[in-house]
Structure formats: C-alpha cells, structure tokens
C-alpha cells in the first residue's frame, strides 16, 4: 500500500533541507544583528567561531555528489556575513575605552598615544618621541591611563634652568583635571620649581585640544 502524499518525500528534499539550514547560520539576523549586541570583544570572537561551526555541521551532513554549486552558494553566504560583521565591529570597537600613553626624553621630545593595547600604545608613544629628534633609548614611558579620561601636559622648569613635562590622565571631566592641575603645578608645596602650567590637553576621546 502506498503511503498517504503527505508523507511522501519530494524529490531532492533530503538534500535541500541540510542545504537551507547551513544557509541559516549566514543570515542578516544571524551574522549583522547578532553581532551588534556583542560589545565584548571575546563574546564577538565566540560568536563567529560558533556561526561557522553550525555551519561546518551542517555541511558534513550534506551528500557528496551534486552539492558543488550548493557549497559555493554557502561559501558565498559567509563572506557576505563577514562584510556585514566589518561593517558593524568597528562601531563597537568605538564605543570601547581607550587607553592614553606618554613618553619623554627629557629636554629633547616627547611623543603620545592612544590605544587599547599597554605595550602597544606605549612603544607608539616612544616612537614618537624618537621622531621629534631624541634618541630612541633616551625616551622613557612615563605614563599609561585606562581609560584614558581627561588628560594634560604640563611644562615644569626647574629654579636651575632645567625642564621637563609631567603628565596628568584618568581624570573624569575637564573641571576635575584642571583642579588637578592646579594641584600639581601649586609652586608653594614646590619650592624648587619656577614655572608650571598646562601645555595641551585631551579629552577622553582622545582629542587633542590648547590648554587655554
């Protein structure tokens, strides 16, 4: 007796259903919008690994012969993914903190850096430095803050005639830096100092900005 039509198969239905369901890993839901409420960044690197494990699943599950241009059409399907995840990491990657870095040669340059990274950020700050004319081993990392906040340079000079700057970050607004400035450059707790006062200033975004 033959089964009832319902539950009759149709022709290619066991090959198109793994077909579909590896396709389903690679939708705009799935890869764009999935990824856009992931903020940190090894919750997005798990979420990636896991869309195309689905995927490699589902593809082992699919018969050999006659799915060449099905495998295409999902190679296909993740690339397209991973342009839509490259358009929406590095909005993310914006809304993350940043870190600030100084180095300084005394007397001869000094060079600043944003970025995520401690070493990274760092040995960006010392290159700069060694750009404005000092000698790479003379410039030494004087400062790191993160998040970076509100930040300032101070030139200082001593009674004697020698200078130096001094950097202030971390803080949480432009009021509260400057209060902070004004601590640090009060010449009645130092006596040996002739001059101080704040050369440039940053915000917590990074922004450089006069002092004035």
Request: with cysteine.
């Amino acid at each position: 007796m033959n089964s009832a039509p319902w539950r009759q198969r149709p022709a290619g239905a066991g090959r198109q259903a793994p077909i579909a369901h590896a396709l389903s890993h690679f939708t705009s839901k799935q890869c764009g919008l999935g990824a856009a409420k992931l903020r940190n960044r090894r919750q997005q690197k798990m979420f990636w690994a896991k869309r195309a494990m689905l995927a490699m699943m589902a593809l082992s599950r699919m018969k050999q012969g006659g799915n060449t241009m099905s495998r295409k059409l999902i190679s296909l399907a993740g690339s397209v993914c991973l342009l839509v995840a490259s358009a929406v990491v590095p909005g993310q990657a914006q809304d993350s903190p940043i870190g600030i870095a100084f180095a300084e040669a005394p007397e001869q340059s000094s060079g600043v850096c944003t970025g995520q990274n401690t070493d990274k950020t760092l040995a960006c700050a010392r290159e700069k430095c060694a750009e404005g004319g000092a000698m790479a081993k003379d410039c030494l990392r004087v400062k790191w803050c993160y998040p970076a906040g509100w930040s300032a340079d101070l030139f200082v000079q001593h009674k004697e005639g020698i200078h130096w700057h001094e950097y202030l970050c971390g803080w949480d607004s432009r009021e509260a830096l400057m209060a902070a400035v004004a601590v640090a450059c009060d010449l009645s707790r130092r006596d040996f100092i002739r001059e101080c006062s704040a050369v440039r200033l940053w915000d917590d975004s990074g922004r450089e900005m006069e002092a004035n």
